[in-house]
């Protein structure tokens, strides 16, 4: 078929190599390892999760409908906070309820006994977020056990004895993280909370392990759920990873609009947006990878995307967005030709994430959702319309 850009291109081929690795840790492991939909939530490719996991988790009423109607498992769901209004929809489409504070569950306790509330949950379990105040995680906007963080139950004002009702403890402290970060926060987690693992059926890690990365250590994971198996075998483990889902599954396919040139600086202006399609560069920020195309750091004390001498590539681009966010562009990119009106401008590995955190601000064109089958079709999973922009706000 052809594709007019923009458009978000997932490749089943890799998402099924990370999904077999994902399904082959969980199994030598012995924990659950289930989707995060806050890094990935494209319900159309649900039917090949399902080949090799079985739960999902969420954080809000909407995500814990897409688990139970589309992916067809009630979810695992965590929410800072819970309302009277929401709480009835999460426990229809819930297996398991984590609580961010005791506050909440001694508030909800009483709903989740009230069986007009849901049918389809005979064996709810509850659990309780709690706070190891460690984590290796260095960007401080993703740091949920930075000091003063509103996140999960310090050991210091945990009982003793838990509260009736309880079952597990739900510890989310990694971003994109390596084995070895989880290996060295788990002696921080046992230190603090083993005391409470008797009272308790399972542990959710959380999410940010990022198995899938090329340079992951998937045995040294694997050794340490055995062992933290082995001290505790009365502990279900589970991880509820995002990104290693999604990661390096595709790209986000753009096309150069115009080219613009001020003070030297030529930027490319491109049918896509940073901070509708792409926000997690300008909110990190980090620079993406463009395909063929290289990446030129600003010299010291000069502004970002400031014109950089090169003696091997004279080609060299901002890349702007078209919204009328000022900073709505990125830079400086070395390409081996000069850039035209149409050429492709491709942004790799732009799957996770991405996707769920896209805006309409503007009414920018939003990216279309394609799927690349194994059998070589090209399958148009959703294509957006002025009525999607509109219907937002009616």
């Given at each position: 078929?052809?594709?007019?850009?923009?458009?978000?291109?997932?490749?089943?081929?890799?998402?099924?190599?990370?999904?077999?690795?994902?399904?082959?840790?969980?199994?030598?492991?012995?924990?659950?390892?289930?989707?995060?939909?806050?890094?990935?939530?494209?319900?159309?490719?649900f039917?090949?999760?399902?080949?090799?996991?079985?739960?999902?988790?969420a954080?809000?009423?909407?995500?814990?409908?897409?688990?139970?109607?589309?992916?067809?498992?009630p979810?695992?769901?965590?929410?800072?906070?819970?309302?009277?209004?929401?709480?009835?929809?999460?426990?229809?489409?819930?297996?398991?309820?984590?609580?961010?504070?005791?506050?909440?569950f001694?508030?909800?306790?009483?709903?989740?006994?009230?069986?007009?509330?849901y049918?389809?949950?005979?064996?709810?379990?509850l659990?309780?977020?709690?706070?190891p105040?460690?984590?290796?995680?260095?960007t401080?906007?993703?740091?949920?056990?930075?000091?003063?963080?509103?996140?999960?139950?310090?050991?210091?004002?945990?009982?003793?004895?838990?509260?009736?009702?309880?079952?597990?403890?739900?510890?989310?402290?990694?971003c994109?993280?390596?084995?070895?970060?989880?290996?060295?926060?788990?002696?921080?987690?046992?230190?603090?909370?083993?005391?409470?693992?008797?009272?308790?059926?399972?542990?959710?890690?959380?999410?940010?392990?990022?198995?899938?990365?090329?340079?992951?250590?998937?045995?040294?994971?694997?050794q340490?759920?055995?062992?933290?198996?082995?001290?505790?075998?009365?502990?279900r483990?589970?991880?509820?990873?995002?990104?290693?889902?999604?990661?390096?599954?595709?790209?986000?396919?753009?096309?150069?609009?115009?080219?613009?040139?001020?003070?030297?600086?030529?930027t490319?202006?491109?049918?896509?947006?940073?901070?509708?399609?792409?926000?997690?560069?300008?909110?990190?920020?980090?620079?993406?990878?463009?395909r063929?195309?290289?990446?030129?750091?600003?010299?010291?004390?000069?502004?970002?995307?400031a014109?950089?001498?090169?003696?091997?590539?004279?080609?060299?681009y901002?890349?702007?967005?078209?919204?009328?966010?000022s900073?709505?562009?990125?830079?400086?990119?070395?390409?081996?030709?000069?850039?035209?009106?149409g050429?492709?401008?491709?942004?790799?590995?732009?799957?996770h994430?991405?996707?769920?955190?896209?805006?309409t601000?503007?009414?920018?064109?939003?990216p279309?959702?394609?799927?690349?089958r194994?059998?070589?079709?090209y399958?148009?999973?959703?294509?957006?319309?002025?009525?999607?922009?509109?219907?937002?706000?009616?």
């Amino acid at each position: 078929m052809p594709l007019q850009t923009p458009y978000y291109l997932v490749e089943e081929s890799l998402l099924r190599r990370n999904l077999a690795l994902i399904k082959d840790v969980a199994e030598r492991s012995g924990a659950e390892i289930i989707l995060a939909f806050k890094a990935f939530a494209l319900w159309k490719t649900f039917p090949i999760f399902r080949e090799y996991i079985q739960h999902t988790t969420a954080s809000s009423p909407d995500e814990a409908r897409l688990a139970l109607e589309e992916f067809g498992s009630p979810a695992h769901t965590y929410s800072p906070a819970y309302t009277e209004r929401d709480f009835p929809t999460i426990l229809r489409c819930s297996s398991h309820i984590t609580f961010n504070s005791l506050s909440q569950f001694h508030r909800f306790y009483p709903f989740t006994k009230n069986s007009k509330l849901y049918t389809l949950n005979s064996q709810l379990s509850l659990g309780l977020r709690v706070n190891p105040e460690y984590s290796e995680i260095e960007t401080e906007l993703y740091n949920p056990c930075a000091p003063g963080s509103r996140f999960g139950v310090l050991a210091e004002d945990l009982p003793a004895t838990l509260p009736t009702g309880l079952d597990g403890f739900h510890i989310h402290c990694h971003c994109e993280s390596s084995a070895e970060a989880f290996a060295r926060t788990l002696v921080h987690i046992i230190d603090k909370f083993s005391p409470w693992f008797p009272q308790l059926q399972w542990i959710n890690f959380g999410g940010g392990h990022l198995m899938t990365r090329a340079d992951y250590n998937v045995p040294l994971l694997i050794q340490t759920l055995q062992d933290f198996h082995r001290r505790f075998p009365h502990l279900r483990m589970i991880l509820e990873p995002g990104s290693a889902f999604a990661w390096q599954t595709g790209p986000l396919v753009s096309s150069v609009v115009d080219i613009v040139e001020n003070h030297g600086i030529k930027t490319a202006i491109l049918d896509v947006s940073f901070t509708c399609h792409m926000p997690d560069c300008l909110e990190m920020p980090y620079y993406p990878a463009v395909r063929g195309a290289r990446l030129i750091e600003p010299p010291s004390g000069k502004p970002f995307g400031a014109p950089v001498d090169s003696t091997d590539e004279a080609f060299i681009y901002r890349l702007g967005g078209n919204s009328c966010l000022s900073g709505d562009f990125m830079g400086s990119w070395a390409f081996p030709r000069p850039l035209s009106v149409g050429d492709e401008i491709i942004f790799e590995d732009m799957i996770h994430y991405t996707t769920v955190k896209t805006t309409t601000f503007n009414g920018v064109h939003h990216p279309s959702i394609v799927l690349h089958r194994l059998d070589g079709e090209y399958q148009l999973l959703r294509e957006f319309t002025y009525e999607d922009y509109r219907n937002r706000m009616d």
